[in-house]
């Protein structure tokens, strides 16, 4: 493989991150995710296995060492495997540093063994309680038994398991020393998410959702002693570890604009579409590459190149508006979150 320069934005920012949504579909409808009703795409819209591979490889081929697979849910999309393992080469030769996946755990049971063969190590897991008849209500479709057998194969086959949990008002509230409480016996790191103002707001208003990771650390620190952590993970993320136990607890608050200088990650929707920033809209097509040229990857990499050039400088969410401005109107499932 010929060197090819790295990616780097106009503000010196090295892309080195890719998050994949492979799928916009998925087994659950969370409250704060998707509609009950959801229109899902027609397939011929969506990149197939083949182009997925291929402006993955691409992406790699200029730098990036990290790929995250997600959707929707990545494990529903059928033959995802294929991917994984058609991913796994680029780990084999050392391209890639790490391959992960970001799932609701449903599927995890079934594929646990063949994410780990095919060299993923470590899966973030959502959950926002533990409690059976809870889960059935924020999830709408989803069973917490499924789930936690997905968790156990997945441990069991020896992936690393990171629990991701959003933050919500009056729902998981109660349940924050049960979730960290429950983490450590597993031996699994924690990491809480803002409720992000995605999708339309509708009647399921997301700032009456809202529950200020804040606040959330000052619960915390009532029990435990938090020590900051400084490193960072060129995305929204912020860690602390819990003095008395050893545990490593994340926070994500996406709408704070305090990363965008580290921020080395841009975003690939299922449609082969670019987002250069998870609060802009701004966004560059490379489906259209891909498709123009089956046999030749020179223009696509142009197509990216010329996105990464775009990239903007950082986003504006902002919830002490009122009005919730910044609200994006695509839903998490179709960015990945
Ligand atoms: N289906 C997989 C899952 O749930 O992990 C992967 C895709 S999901 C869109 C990725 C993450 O986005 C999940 O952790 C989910 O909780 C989070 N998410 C979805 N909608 C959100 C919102 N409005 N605000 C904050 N996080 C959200
Ligand atoms: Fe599906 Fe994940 Fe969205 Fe829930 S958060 S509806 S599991 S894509």
């Given amino acids: 493989m010929t060197e090819a320069t790295p990616l780097i934005d106009p503000f010196k920012r090295a892309v080195t991150y890719l998050r994949v949504s492979v799928t916009d579909r998925c087994d659950f409808r969370c409250v704060y995710c998707m509609a009950e009703n959801m229109t899902f795409l027609p397939k011929r819209e969506l990149l197939t296995l083949e182009e997925l591979d291929r402006v993955c490889s691409s992406f790699i081929r200029l730098g990036v060492r990290k790929l995250r697979i997600t959707g929707g849910e990545p494990l529903v999309r059928r033959d995802i495997m294929t991917f994984f393992n058609a991913m796994g080469r680029h780990l084999e030769t050392g391209a890639l540093d790490e391959l992960t996946v970001t799932s609701n755990g449903s599927q995890l049971e079934k594929f646990a063994g063949d994410l780990y063969a095919a060299g993923v190590r470590r899966v973030n897991i959502s959950l926002d309680t533990l409690d059976a008849e809870k889960f059935a209500r924020v999830t709408r479709w989803g069973r917490l ?193």
Wanted: glycine content about 8%; some cysteine.
């Fill in 145 to 337: 038994d499924q789930v936690m057998r997905g968790i156990d194969a997945a441990q069991a086959a020896g992936l690393r398991v990171k629990i991701n949990t959003v933050a919500l008002k009056g729902f998981n509230e109660p349940e924050l020393f049960d979730l960290v409480d429950w983490c450590r016996a597993r031996d699994m790191d924690l990491t809480f998410i803002e409720v992000m103002p995605m999708g339309d707001l509708g009647n399921e208003n997301r700032l009456d959702q809202y529950w200020s990771l804040t606040d959330v650390r000052t619960r915390l620190a009532d029990r435990f002693t938090l020590l900051d952590l400084t490193e960072r993970s060129g995305g929204p993320a912020r860690y602390v570890r819990l003095e008395e136990t050893g545990q490593k607890i994340g926070f994500i608050t996406p709408m704070s604009h305090n990363f965008c200088e580290s921020c080395n990650r841009v975003r690939l929707t299922c449609t082969g579409e670019l987002f250069m920033c998870l609060g802009q809209e701004d966004r560059a097509d490379l489906r259209a590459p891909l498709r123009a040229h089956p046999g030749d990857d020179a223009p696509l990499e142009a197509a990216i190149r010329a996105a990464i050039a775009g990239k903007p400088k950082g986003h504006d969410f902002d919830y002490s508006r009122q009005r919730a401005d910044g609200q994006m109107t695509r839903h998490m499932s179709h960015t990945g979150g």
